[in-house]
């Protein structure tokens, strides 16, 4: 009896040792893999902005990380925007700041994706956003489709063609609000006096609705706007399909500091929003 007593204390200590053995091999893997972590999202741009203060570029394999991150984020949400407009307003355009609007929104499952620019910037120099977005490789079975290069301003969206996600891009200023609906309004009086719209009566919401898609690639209503800083102005921007929007700040941050976690926030924010459409 004693014996074995004495066998047991003596394993003690065997098992004190191995324990902290295993304890310090937890630390060091868990110490090992937040090494990792910090190496992959400091990437070599970063480095070179904090030690000669250089603008930061975002590499592949940090947007490949970013949507990796959204897209398992978002599967925690009911609802998820089928059209959002990233709008600028005092703030000078970012090219590549603003191209990673498009890969969030094609991680988070967002189908549509839109720029305004109260100035019309960005939609003269919408070359330089595509040119950005081109250097970075994306999934065989992603795709982009800028409306900008579609041949005719009314013209349909191609087929998908078996893609597993697709953004469409594209980009507003503020011809394409009151001018807009200028135009519109004019191509329906001359439905009317040409018999195409039989009577005034006939003149609904829908119709207007119609008209207006036809000439923005049957693309949807915005549901969604976020905006920079912590005033909240539409600046012109498309009046008739705003009148559901929801107007989200991304933080009281500056477009150069944007991060994903500000685009989920919005995402997070707007999953929350209950629209009651007038009731």
């Known amino acids: ?32 893999l937040g090494f990792g972590w910090v190496r992959r999202r400091l990437s070599a741009s970063q480095r070179r902005l904090l030690l000669h203060n250089e603008e930061p570029e975002c ?11 959204i897209e398992y984020d978002v599967r925690s949400l009911d609802k998820i925007p089928s059209h959002l407009v990233v709008m600028l307003g005092p703030e000078e355009p970012e090219y590549r700041q603003l191209a990673r609007f498009i890969f969030w929104s094609m991680a988070a499952g967002v189908g549509h994706v839109s720029f305004y620019d109260h100035r019309g910037t960005l939609k003269r120099n919408h ?29 349909l969206l191609p087929p998908r063609n078996g893609y597993r ?16 609906l200028v135009q519109t309004a004019q191509a329906i009086s001359h439905q009317l006096r040409t018999g195409v719209v039989a009577s005034p009566a006939d003149i609904t919401p829908d119709l207007v609705d119609q008209n207006l898609r036809n000439r923005f690639h049957h693309i949807p209503d915005p549901d969604l706007a976020v905006y920079f800083g912590s005033v909240c102005s539409t600046y012109g921007m498309l009046p008739w399909q705003i009148r559901l929007t929801e107007f989200l700040p991304l933080g009281e941050t500056r477009l150069q500091d944007v991060k994903p976690d500000h685009f989920m926030n919005c995402l997070y924010r707007f999953a929350k929003c209950e629209q009651r459409f007038g009731k």
Request: charged content about 20%; hydrophobic content about 40%.
């Open 1 to 32: 009896m004693s014996t074995t007593k004495e066998v047991h204390s003596s394993s003690l200590p065997a098992r004190l040792v191995l324990s902290l053995v295993h304890l310090l091999y937890s630390l060091f893997l868990q110490l090992l």
């Open 59 to 69: 590499s592949g394999e940090d947007l490949r990380f970013e949507n990796d991150v």
């Open 127 to 155: 070359h330089k956003m595509l040119n950005f977005v081109s250097q970075h490789p994306r999934g065989e079975s992603d795709q982009i489709v800028w409306t900008p290069q579609l041949k005719t301003a009314s013209g």
């Open 165 to 180: 996600r697709r953004v469409v891009v594209s980009f507003f200023s503020p011809e394409d609000g009151k001018h807009t």
